[in-house]
């Protein structure tokens, strides 16, 4: 039967169970899984992992895919971005249907495999160690700000030779001074004339936030202290998004633990915690949970965790907002992966709608930059070409504004609009930057 009338459901992790890392039984689940994809073929136009994967069947002596190599299986993984899609907008197969098809964590678990065999590459570990890198390029920002801009002539060549970082993507730019370090001289006192006085919200600054664009946080913090909300700002550390990434799921865990325990005091003291980031809100809200299942301060963490724009609409619809100014613009809304996976609905739609006059337009592919996994020369014409589509439907009305919640899917989005010969954007930043400006704050 192609389909279930339950509603998806996700399984834990068993990541700490030896016969998850079983390579023969890995196999045999690749196996079963992409013979169920080879027979569906929804999933076609998501992302490159699935075209590989049909056209290497296709190409296979009896068009089977018992025909398929070990290489074969694994250049299906390495095309993946874990970007979720597949399994939240085209599955029908997905768990509690009993095919129990959950794609994205077959590729993890394959990736956890290789991680365990020390398959990792060195510049994947590396670059997943994002609090020392932020930390560093903070402290020589003027330097590394040079040293990886895409017209370097000097240095990105041979970053793209030693790291295997193409020359041409973009690397986001380091702060001079952290945002964290910045929050007791920028946080305003909670308007007590605001309808939300009285709440109280943390923003978790994830790495790229506190490291590289606190343009999103700043903004953050102003329109919720204008409603009247009172804010603070940490950095535990980071999320390990990079690390999930990787397969590195003992790492993950620690992350989770560490983080979980930093916040559940606040927590516990009526604090609603708001990670800046699409991605650090996917792995508090649903990612840590499946892996540490059975802790309780991941479990509380995840319960009082909100995406920035299902925070400011659930703020609108608990307490009201302050006037808000007309703004006769249009926005072009790119709705990034991990805000859709974490099934909530196309909430940075509904906050722009809060602006009388605002004519916002959603966009509902993916950029194709897949975290860190685009800046590598074996992927970024791939990242490119994942991107056309959201690019092209982004600059289809000539709108105003172009906004995304990833930020690192808004400099993709840039270079990839240029690369369909249209002229990109100054800024594509967060939506909750178009309601600061709304807010004329």
Same mark, same amino acid.
């Given at each position: 039967m192609e389909g279930s009338l339950e509603a998806p459901t996700r399984h834990t992790i068993p990541w700490q169970d030896e016969?998850?890392?079983?390579?023969?039984?890995?196999?045999?689940?690749?196996?079963?899984?992409?013979d169920i994809c080879h027979g569906c073929r929804r999933c076609f136009n998501l992302c490159d992992s699935f075209p590989i994967l049909f056209d290497a069947i296709d190409e296979s002596p009896n068009e089977e895919v018992d025909d398929l190599t070990p290489v074969q299986l694994k250049a299906v993984v390495d095309a993946c971005t874990l970007c979720d899609m597949c399994f939240m907008t085209k599955c029908p197969y997905v768990p509690p249907h009993s095919f129990d098809l959950d794609f994205p964590h077959l590729m993890l678990r394959h990736r956890a495999v290789?991680?365990?065999?020390? @398959?990792? =590459?060195?510049?994947?570990? @590396?670059?997943?160690?994002?609090?020392?890198?932020?930390?560093?390029?903070?402290?020589?920002?003027?330097?590394?700000n040079w040293a990886t801009k895409p017209d370097n002539t000097l240095t990105r060549p041979l970053m793209e030779q030693v790291a295997g970082i193409d020359r041409r993507a973009h690397l986001p730019p380091f702060l001079d001074v952290p945002l964290v370090n910045k929050a007791a001289g920028i946080i305003p006192a909670p308007?007590?004339? #605001?309808?939300?006085?009285?709440?109280?919200?943390?923003?978790?600054?994830?790495?790229? /936030?506190?490291? *590289?664009? /606190?343009?999103?946080?700043?903004?953050?913090?102003?329109?919720?202290?204008?409603?009247?909300v009172q804010v603070r700002i940490e950095h535990p550390d980071c999320c390990a998004m990079p690390k999930f990434e990787n397969g590195d799921l003992p790492a993950v865990s620690s992350a989770a633990q560490r983080i979980s325990s930093f916040f559940a005091p606040m927590v516990e003291d009526g604090w609603d915690v708001v990670p800046l980031t699409t991605s650090c809100a996917l792995m508090l809200k649903f990612e840590w949970p499946l892996i540490e299942p059975g802790n309780e301060t991941v479990k509380l963490l995840s319960q009082h965790t909100f995406d920035v724009s299902e925070y400011v609409v659930a703020l609108a619809k608990d307490t009201g907002l302050a006037?808000?100014?007309?703004? #006769?613009? =249009?926005?072009?809304?790119?709705?990034?992966?991990?805000?859709? +996976? @974490? *099934?909530?609905g196309p909430k940075a739609m509904?906050?722009?709608?809060?602006?009388?006059?605002?004519?916002? +337009?959603?966009?509902?592919?993916?950029?194709?930059?897949?975290?860190?996994?685009?800046?590598?020369?074996?992927?970024? /014409?791939?990242?490119?070409?994942?991107?056309?589509?959201?690019?092209?439907?982004?600059?289809?009305?000539? =709108?105003?504004?172009?906004?995304?919640?990833?930020?690192? +899917?808004?400099?993709?989005? @840039?270079?990839?609009?240029? =690369?369909?010969? +249209?002229?990109?954007?100054?800024?594509?930043?967060?939506p909750i930057e178009v309601l600061a400006l709304a807010y004329g704050l």
């Open positions: 016969a998850w890392y079983d390579e023969a039984a890995l196999e045999a689940e690749l196996r079963r899984v992409y290789e991680h365990r065999k020390g @398959q990792t =590459s060195f510049a994947d570990r @590396q670059l997943s160690e994002m609090d020392r890198n932020g930390r560093l390029g903070s402290m020589v920002a003027g330097f590394a308007n007590p004339d #605001g309808p939300a006085f009285g709440k109280k919200a943390v923003i978790y600054a994830g790495c790229h /936030d506190n490291f *590289n664009d /606190d343009t999103p946080g700043l903004a953050l913090v102003k329109v919720l202290a204008h409603n009247g006037p808000i100014e007309p703004m #006769g613009k =249009s926005i072009a809304v790119h709705f990034a992966c991990h805000a859709r +996976a @974490q *099934n909530m509904e906050m722009l709608r809060l602006i009388p006059e605002a004519k916002p +337009a959603l966009t509902e592919r993916c950029s194709g930059h897949g975290g860190k996994w685009g800046i590598f020369k074996e992927n970024f /014409d791939r990242a490119v070409k994942v991107g056309k589509p959201a690019a092209r439907n982004l600059i289809k009305g000539e =709108s105003d504004l172009i906004v995304s919640e990833c930020p690192l +899917a808004g400099p993709h989005l @840039q270079q990839v609009i240029a =690369s369909t010969g +249209a002229e990109p954007p100054a800024r594509i930043g967060h």
